[in-house]
């Protein structure tokens, strides 16, 4: 043992020791960017000087180089030394004005500003020579080499001829102190592993915006009416968080949803893959806006899990009130909102015939054109801080088999990874690690890092302890949500259940059952061709908002369609066969009734109805043969008779819901035939 005093502190070290190693063991802090403990010390960055007293003699050394002696006096910061380091610190700043790790240590030693022009700013080596040693020493390959003197050296291959163990080595990577050893022009370290990043991150948009346009595809296909083999509702069925809710709320097992056992497999293996490969709004949302982290409250992420949970609650309380915060709903709805109007207004052959839909029609575009603003602000903002669907899958991510992986060892806190994540993911202040509820794994991060740190290996443990965690606060949270929304529907604010059934639904659709599964999709009104399905705004109710309802002044329900409950994932419209809805009741959607005061006695309607519904009858107080529904009959309120019937001020025949039908003013007889 060597005993030495260092800063007034004696210490007992081992003979073979540097300086260096000695303030390290002391927990002493020597600035250094050209030294590691395991390559063989070169004293290039002169960063480590110390002011050294021994025999007498008073001198100031780097202290990587320098090996220790019995009763050596080392003195870390004296006015000598911190001069030489500052003077050390603005050489290498100015050669490397750009580089943050060079920032930072200049930045230590209180040097804000580099002295001396650069004629190339880009630099990025430091001629520290560390990937030379760590070729030599660790690798054993003797490849690279200094060449060249003064503003010419540079690190590179004999004759600068690629060799082909730079390949697949990549040991030197890990000692480079600022990330140049990548961008050397002759080895090109580093290039299969970028290659192989840049490949997955190529595949990954390939497949990210071939389910965009399959999406879009299906969307054509069903505002055009054209359904093809391929069910059209099929990114609905892949979605667990329908999957859960739906059959959760309506107490039944929905065998729709049998598809999106495959996401959670995917989402368990690879993480939060839905969010950055499959999800086409996610696709839309990558299209614009500032990645990196710009909102000021982060913190708002946790909100998701909020949202998440109370849907879950209401769900277990029968009620999917707000499932419209769903992604693809949201997505569905929007596309909808805007061009089926314009398909049908391209359509007709009169264009004079077109009437614009209402406020209540593009209002179901409101949350998608919201996610198209906030998107401003941040990419993906939608997705880190509101979507209910990647919370979900975030929180499966957790468990992921293969996450994102930073080698601390090899990062030299560039930030490029930061700069480059969609998702805001990676955190600066936690080593630039990502939470894997966060991480959408789109690959992004892996080629731009100098350092080939960034690795997505398998078998990783853990994903807790991350700064957007949900705690106690978001426990509460839900709570409090949750209970606010039971006790509306529980007592019946704004009369909830009376205006559920002022309301017409889509053919089959009970009342009971139908807002325990009806997930806010309103791909029935997308596909229905008649325009007989609309969206709901707040007269069935706040907890109805954006489900579908009928309104037979709009359009009717046409008799040889089943496409509404072909196209509803979670059967809230059942399935009926063609046969089935033509030959007995449907669910008692509606009622029609004939005002006989403005009935002009056309009995179009009569001949109209594919239900055969009306009969003649003569009305006390009123001349003529009218027609009227038979009280017998299998009317289920298609509209049909409203729609033949002549235009005037106030319709001869009106629908209502079943059950909700006024008494007749009239007294009257069946007509019969002389």
Known sequence: MVNLTINGEKLAVAENSTVLEAAQQAGIHIPTMCSHKDLTPYGACRLCVVEVKRNGRTVVTTSCNTPVEEGMDVTTETEEVNATRKTMANLLYSRCPEVPAIQRMAASVGLLQPSFENANPKEDCILCGMCVRACDDIAQEHVLGFVGRGMDRKVTTAFDVRQEVCDTCNKCVTYCPTGAITHLEAPKIGLGFKKKAHTWKVARVIFQYTTLLVFLGLMAATLFNVLQPLTVN??????????????????????????????????????????????????????????????????????????????????????????????????????????????????????????????????????????????????????????????????????????????????????????????????????????????????????????????????????????????????????????????????????????????????????????????????????????YIQPAAFEAGWDSLYTPIVDPFVGYCTYDCTLCGQICPSHAIPLLTLEEKQNYSIGGVGWAQVNFDTCIRCMTCLDECPYKCFEEVEVEGHKGVFPRVRDDANCVGCGVCVDVCPKQEVKAVVVFPYGKVPEEKYKFTKYTKA
């Open 234 to 531: 099929i990114f609905s069925r892949l979605n667990p968080l329908q999957a859960l809710v739906a059959p959760l709320a309506g107490r039944d097992l929905i065998t729709n949803y049998i598809p999106a056992l495959l996401t959670v497999v995917l989402t368990i293996v690879f993480g939060r893959v839905w969010c950055g490969w499959f999800c086409p709004l996610g696709a839309v949302f990558e299209l614009f806006g500032r990645k990196d982290r710009h909102f000021k409250w982060q913190n708002m992420r946790k909100l998701k899990y909020v949202i998440l949970a109370v849907i879950v609650v209401m769900a277990a309380f029968g009620g999917l009130a707000f499932m419209w915060f769903e992604p693809i709903t949201v997505f569905i709805r929007g596309l909808t909102a805007i061009f089926k109007p314009l398909i049908q207004y391209v359509q007709l052959d009169k264009k004079k015939d077109f009437i614009m839909p209402g406020f209540q029609w593009f209002a179901i575009a409101i949350p998608f054109v919201f996610a198209l603003l906030v998107n401003i602000i941040e990419k993906r903002f939608w997705c880190r801080y509101l979507c209910p669907l990647g919370a979900l899958v975030g929180l499966g991510s957790k468990f992921s088999w293969i996450k994102r992986f930073v080698n601390q060892d090899s990062c030299v806190k560039c930030g490029e990874c930061a700069t480059h994540c969609p998702m805001g993911a990676i955190s600066p202040e936690n080593d630039f690690k990502s939470d894997p509820a966060e991480c959408i794994m789109c690959m992004d991060c892996a080629e731009p890092c100098p350092k080939l740190a960034i690795t997505f290996p398998k078998g990783q443990l853990g994903g807790w302890g991350y700064e957007f965690d949900p705690g106690r606060r978001e426990a509460l949270g839900t709570i409090g949500a949750s209970a606010v929304a039971v006790g509306l529907l529980s007592l019946d604010v704004g009369n909830v259940q009376a205006a559920k059934k002022s309301v017409l639904r889509p053919p089959g659709a009970y009342y009971n059952d139908f807002l325990s599964k009806c997930i806010r999709c309103d791909q029935c009104i997308e596909v229905c061709p008649t325009h």
